[in-house]
């Protein structure tokens, strides 16, 4: 799930949840946006089983992102704003704003 919130300096907050996922050691928010560098963006298990992370974005951005599961599993998010396919044969999802 994808939250995005205008902020007052025309910035966007942008929120990205994972579905709850137990066994799970770590996930990572990884996309265009951080050079998809899998360390940058490590999310935070909240009480509910589900992982979160945020960003801020210019107005217009359009990012292509991913979330790495354990180092080494990529999955999607179900309610991604597009998605786009990419050179390893699967889609990345896209956020805009």
Known sequence: MI???LRKDGYF???F???AMAEVESVHLVGSFNDWDTNVH???RL???RYMASCVFD???RHEFRYL???ENWINDAQAD???????GSDNCVVTT
Do not use: W
Request: charged fraction near 20%; avoid cysteine; charge should be positive.
């Open 82 to 88: 597009q998605y786009a396919p990419n050179p390893h």
């Open 17 to 19: 949840y994972t579905e």
């Open 13 to 15: 907050h942008v929120s």
């Open 42 to 44: 490590p999310m935070r």
């Open 3 to 5: 939250k995005k919130t």
């Open 59 to 61: 107005p217009g951005a």
């Open 69 to 71: 599961v354990n180092g």
């Open 47 to 49: 009480k509910n089983g």
